[in-house]
């Protein structure tokens, strides 16, 4: 399939927002699947030396680890590394982008990426490198699926241009599996890994971990008044409907899906 090219879209700078980004996986947001999902799938492929790229705070990578992994995370954010060191966790970690990948041919058992393949710019290329980087065993790309849960997350309600931004930046989950088998993977197949329900009622929405500036690109990238002007809107729809007697229901309802293919 040939797609025009896309314009440049905005991009987040993590370093402004790694000192506080682990806040997001406290209480409700810990997210165990996600973890378990690629414990299993390293599990499966027996493998021995893993690579995540856009690693980030190695949320993931240092479960890997702990299992006895040779853990290898690489990120184009500092910040962001600064943090992954911090964990009491022994890890490999690399400053750089997954659209070039700076390892050796046939390097990895695994290869993944978690929440982060909407940030590159050249996602294709991304899957290329890391077959290339390959010598056994998976490629998987762990994304939420955008496009089929228009309704589901108040964010996108209540800050505009934010739904419009994602659907820009994350691919089609479709064509993700067609770069996976175009790359000569095998077996590539898609499943949903998580699936994240934590609606907020009424004027607890304003306490959501999700809501804070930091705590999601969607929002990072906001201007501040664009950001407040939102805030205003929510607490505006809350007096409203509380004027009448009713209470709202902010939704958050996410699907993360992984898209896998292996080398056999
Ligand atoms: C939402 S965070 C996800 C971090 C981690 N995987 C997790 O799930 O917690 C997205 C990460 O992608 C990184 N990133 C941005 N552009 C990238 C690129 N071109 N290649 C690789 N990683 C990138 C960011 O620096 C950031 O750490």
């Not at 050796?104 to 490198?129: K, P, W």
């Not at 699926?145 to 934010?162: S, V």
């Not at 958050?252 to 898209?259: A, D």
């Amino acid at each position: 399939m040939t797609r025009h090219p896309r314009a440049p879209l905005p991009t987040l700078d993590y370093d402004q927002v790694a000192d506080t980004y682990n806040t997001r996986f406290h209480m409700e947001h810990d997210r165990p699947q996600v973890a378990a999902a690629v414990c299993e799938l390293a599990y499966e492929v027996a493998a021995y030396r893993v690579l995540e790229v856009g690693c980030g705070t190695a949320r993931w990578l240092a479960g890997l680890s702990d299992m006895g992994m040779a853990a290898y995370g690489l990120d184009p954010s500092w910040g962001m590394l600064a943090q992954a060191q911090a964990r009491p966790a022994f890890l490999s970690l690399t400053r750089g982008r997954g659209e070039q990948l700076p390892f050796s041919d046939a390097t990895f058992d695994l290869v993944y990426c978690v929440n982060a393949i909407h940030h590159m710019r050249g996602q294709r290329d991304f899957v290329q490198e890391a077959r290339r980087v390959l010598r056994r065993g998976a490629v998987a790309v762990l994304a939420l699926d955008t496009r089929a849960h228009r309704d589901d997350w108040y964010i996108y309600d209540y800050f505009p241009g934010t739904y419009a931004l994602d659907l820009a930046r994350h691919p089609d989950h479709a064509e993700v599996l067609e770069w996976l088998r175009d790359a000569g993977l095998k077996r590539v197949q898609r499943h949903v890994v998580d699936r994240i329900a934590a609606d907020k009622v009424g004027r607890a929405v304003l306490a959501d971990p999700f809501l804070r500036k930091d705590a999601v690109s969607q929002l990072a990238m906001l201007s501040d008044a664009a950001y407040d002007a939102g805030i205003r809107r929510i607490q505006a729809a809350i007096a409203a409907a509380e004027f009448v007697g009713e209470t709202l229901i902010f939704p958050t309802r996410l699907v993360m899906e992984m898209l896998v293919g292996y080398l056999e």
